[in-house]
Nanobody, 121 residues
Framework: EVQLQASGGGLVQAGGSLRLSCAAS????????IGWFRQAPGKGREGVSC????????YYLDSVKGRFTISSDNAKKTTYLQMNSLKPEDTGVYYC??????????????WGQGTLVTVSS
């Protein structure tokens, strides 16, 4: 069974940091790109970041570049999203899932339950 378990969300003040974790199971981790998208209440999905399991190429949403860093530990089958200098507009439910990297965005085709990130002003 394919499972992606997201964790690490919480409530922080603007300027603070959080580290999200995505533990994967049920598939060959190295064959997939894994990343994160987010969704604010009443809004559509917004791809945040993605990292390839093969060549470690990455994608970042323009608004998070320089603040967020994605990484992957193949031995632990876990993908991390380090989020620094958080802003209220980063608030939303963050989901991890399989992604495809394009030049200007990432596309997601499977994912698990999300973890809530709330950034107060």
């Amino acid at each position: 069974e394919v499972q992606l378990q997201a964790s690490g969300g919480g409530l922080v003040q603007a300027g603070g940091s959080l580290r999200l974790s995505c533990a994967a199971s049920g598939f060959t981790f190295d064959d997939y790109a894994i990343g994160w998208f987010r969704q604010a209440p009443g809004k559509g999905r917004e791809g945040v970041s993605c990292i390839s399991g093969r060549d470690r190429s990455t994608y970042y949403l323009d608004s998070v570049k320089g603040r967020f860093t994605i990484s992957s530990d193949n031995a632990k089958k876990t993908t991390y999203l380090q989020m620094n200098s958080l802003k209220p507009e980063d608030t939303g439910v963050y989901y991890c899932g399989g992604c495809t990297i394009a030049a200007d965005r990432a596309f997601f085709d499977f994912w698990g339950q999300g973890t809530l990130v709330t950034v107060s002003s």
